[in-house]
């Protein structure tokens, strides 16, 4: 009776461990070729987002002449500053203007002119010209461009989404090979093993800054999403419909029915961007200066630093923009062009749950919400996130055999069907990673499975 239990019981621990085994395995395999797949990507997400951080630093070593004049006790009026820049460039559209935010800084007109668009910097004392900069040409703006698109539009957004989703599977199967089987186990888990060997040694340097950085690489991929185009406008528009997005009681009067969004017409803070521009209908009064638009923004205590968007249509609006270090200063004001009432005033106290979550993720993104600190923690995260995609191309590439990839073997039964549909699951919420799997069963079936070479190199 005895020897009877104690073969049962073996057979029940072989069993266990024979499924932990293949969960084991299953894991490991879509963690393999998510990290095959995205590295790169991912590598170039980390390398960019750690420059873009000291974006401020940057542009203020850059541009030091241009933003910097001898502070004086006169100035001339923000209208008599776009007319010095209209006579410098005829033919060219205001489309922006930018007050300086104190008595050493230039102020900042934004005009298009032969299908560029130009910053000019003028002296608010004098209303000289300082200089112009091509913004297309910025050092922080082709970064910020490659940041989000890889420079190649909506494909390259799509591609930088796709490869933030797919982190999200990095993150959390990575969890799972990292997650200690013995719990006293401390070397190889919280701290390398320097003394086992370079192959162990290999493998910590990988898992072990991996869980150290994780939680910093989600919080990156997760603020991350919002400004993307396709999960981040869904989202978006979900939050609006939910009722977390801007509430009626920004609006004075009825809401409008336009089918203008204010990301249309400005550069505005996340949660602003699907506002509706409201219409400037007193068409019989004379236009609102410019002059003016800057006292009703001081009325309106409105943050140092914002940005006036000039209609360029008569039933257009000035939007006043404040697109602020700190989330909790961020602001969105419609203005009529011709009698400038305020037609909307939405600010980080409008905001709902959502919103004020995810502005303040946004700020914490770009490292502006507490400063230098900010930076260097997300410094330090994308410095983390370059390691382990460099770490594990090592070790795949360390271990790879010379006729395939190294795959681990795809295991059979339960545990892969499982593993699977968790990926399944990921793949609805995030559209783009559903789109991948559904490619990635079309190749398998139509390509990999008749190809023998091919099905050999891959492992399959």
Request: charged residues 15%; aromatic residues 10%; contains cysteine.
């Amino acid at each position: 009776m005895m020897q009877e239990k104690q073969e049962e019981t073996k057979s029940t621990n072989q069993k266990n461990t024979a499924r932990s085994q293949g969960l084991y395995k299953a894991i490991w395999c879509w963690h393999f070729y998510a990290g095959l797949v995205f590295t790169p990507f991912l590598l170039i997400l980390a390398v960019t987002g750690g420059m873009y951080l000291f974006k401020p630093q940057v542009e203020e070593r850059l541009y030091h002449d241009l933003y910097h004049v001898q502070a004086q006790s006169q100035s001339v009026s923000p209208s008599a500053q776009v007319q010095a820049v209209k006579e410098k460039y005829p033919g060219a559209d205001v489309l922006t203007y930018k007050p300086s935010d104190r008595s050493t800084r230039s102020s900042e007109v934004g005009i298009s002119l032969k299908d560029h668009t130009y910053t000019i910097f003028v002296n608010p004392h004098n209303g000289h010209i300082i200089g112009k900069l091509d913004d297309s040409s910025r050092l922080m703006n082709q970064i910020e461009e490659f940041h989000g698109e890889l420079m190649a539009g909506t494909a390259g957004d799509r591609i930088v989404e796709l490869a933030a989703c797919w982190a999200i599977v990095l993150i959390v199967t990575g969890a799972f090979l990292w997650w200690p089987r013995k719990k006293d186990k401390i070397k190889g888990v919280l701290i390398p093993r320097f003394s086992k060997g370079k192959n162990v040694l290999a493998r910590d340097l990988h898992a072990v800054p991996a869980f150290w950085i994780s939680a910093g690489m989600l919080f990156l991929v997760l603020t991350g999403l919002p400004w993307s185009g396709l999960w981040g406008n869904a989202f978006q528009q979900i939050a609006t419909n939910a009722g977390v997005g801007y509430p009626p009681s920004i609006w004075v009067g009825s809401a409008p029915t336009s089918t203008v969004q204010t990301k249309d017409v400005a550069d505005v803070p996340w949660g602003a961007e699907t506002l509706e521009v409201p219409s400037s209908t007193a068409q019989q009064y004379t236009k609102v200066s410019l002059d003016d638009i800057v006292g009703i923004a001081k009325e309106q205590h409105i943050h140092d630093g914002y940005t006036i968007s000039i209609p360029q249509e008569p039933q257009g609006v000035y939007t006043l923009s404040v697109f602020s270090p700190r989330a909790q200063d961020e602001a969105t004001i419609h203005l009529d062009q011709y009698t400038g009432a305020v037609l909307a005033d939405y600010r980080y106290g409008n905001y709902g749950f959502m919103g004020k979550l995810i502005a303040l993720g946004i700020t914490l993104h770009k490292g502006t919400q507490f400063g230098f600190m900010n930076q260097l923690m997300g410094l330090i995260i994308c410095i983390g996130i370059a390691g382990i995609a460099i770490s594990g191309s090592l070790l795949w590439w360390k271990r790879k055999p010379a006729k395939n990839i190294g795959a681990p073997k795809v295991p059979e039964g339960n545990a892969m069907r499982i593993v699977t549909c968790i990926i399944v699951v990921l793949g609805i919420l995030f559209p783009l990673v559903g789109l991948s799997l559904v490619i990635v069963w079309l190749l398998d079936f139509f390509v990999i499975k008749r190809i023998p070479a091919l099905k050999r190199f891959l492992n399959a």
